[in-house]
């Protein structure tokens, strides 16, 4: 399984990005998908995920300004990203889980793309 995450860039404040990732694969609607992100310093952390069937999940500080969604007939989880704030500068990684049970936690997920850099000027 393969994962290339894309969309990320350079945005002032109070801009969008939408970050696409593209899956490889035969089972990718049976994966949980998620996005996380690291900033410089500091540790990965989970932003969103979406389970093929149930409820998405968001950190609190990205709640109502991003939203995750995913094509399975494109194989493609995306992270549309709304308001941004310079403190959502990271590199963000989209990642696969092979289980049936959401995960917020890194270390359960299988595959991991490649990453892409967003950053947000003030």
């Known amino acids: 399984v393969q994962l290339q995450a894309s969309g990320g860039g350079l945005v002032q404040a109070g801009g969008s990005l939408r970050l696409s990732c593209v899956v490889s694969g035969r089972t990718f609607s049976r994966y949980v998908m998620g996005w996380f992100r690291q900033a410089p310093g500091k540790e990965r952390e989970s932003v969103a995920a979406i389970p093929w069937i149930g409820t998405t999940y968001y950190q609190d500080s990205v709640k109502g300004r991003f939203t995750i969604s995913r094509d399975n007939a494109k194989n493609t989880v995306y992270l549309q990203m709304n308001s941004l704030k310079p403190e959502d500068t990271a590199v963000y990684y989209c990642?696969?889980?092979?289980?049936?049970?959401?995960?917020?936690?890194?270390?359960?997920?299988?595959?991991w793309g490649q990453g892409t850099l967003v950053t947000v000027s003030s």
């Open positions: 990642a696969a889980d092979n289980s049936i049970v959401l995960s917020t936690d890194a270390k359960q997920y299988d595959y």
